[in-house]
């Protein structure tokens, strides 16, 4: 999870790519990236899914510019495709 470093001490939001990654909680996000798995074995992809795979890509990445942006887009196209939500649509642009 990534609660802790998602805010100033005021507050603020921090945007992802200023995050203090270390502040991360590793051992949540991989159990949360061993339920996801579990899950997507399963071969029933919805949104759900789709959205927790976009966020595990996210922590899994050690910086920003390491994310994995190519399966990220993928992933929104996904999204896209199960919802057809304007927002999932403007999300997918922004990551290209």
């Known amino acids: 999870m990534r609660r802790a470093a998602r805010t100033t001490p005021d507050d603020s939001l921090v945007p992802l ?11 949540s996000i991989a159990q949360g990236v061993e339920i996801l798995q579990a899950a997507l074995a399963r071969d029933r992809l919805g949104a759900f899914q789709a959205q927790a795979a976009i966020a595990a890509l996210h922590a899994d990445a050690p910086t920003t510019e390491e994310t994995d942006w190519v399966q990220i887009v993928e992933w929104y196209g996904e999204l896209a495709r199960l919802t057809d939500s304007p927002v999932v649509r403007l999300n997918a642009r922004r990551c290209r």
């Open 17 to 27: 790519a200023e995050q203090d990654r270390r502040r991360w909680d590793t051992e």
